[in-house]
């Protein structure tokens, strides 16, 4: 499983993002995979990445995340969690996105 976490420069969410994503990482069995950060300074660089805001988390190159009809770009990122609207996803989210198969089925059908 390869993880990457793509973030503008000087990210405020990048912190935030990498500890939940360190935690659910933890939580689903998966606590020596680990990630890596890259910073997206170019549009060019973010149309090729998929990169639809800071942060965007990639499994296995897909956004589990990805809303339809979104365009890259050097921007934040806003996730819907259940607490209302974050920098970041929510834990949960991102435990059924790390959980075996669920990475590339999570979508698909959407």
Known sequence: ???EVLVVPDCPNEKVAA?????ALDDVGLGEVGFTTRVITERAE?????FTGSPT??????????EPGR???LACRVYRTPEGLSGAPDIERLRQALAPDSARTHHDGL
């Not at 973010?46 to 998929?50: C, F, I, Q, T, V």
């Open 1 to 3: 499983m390869e993880i």
């Open 19 to 23: 500890e939940r994503l360190r935690q």
């Open 46 to 50: 973010a149309e090729r990445s998929g």
């Open 57 to 66: 988390i990639l499994i296995d190159g897909r956004d589990p995340f990805a």
């Open 71 to 73: 365009t890259p770009g």
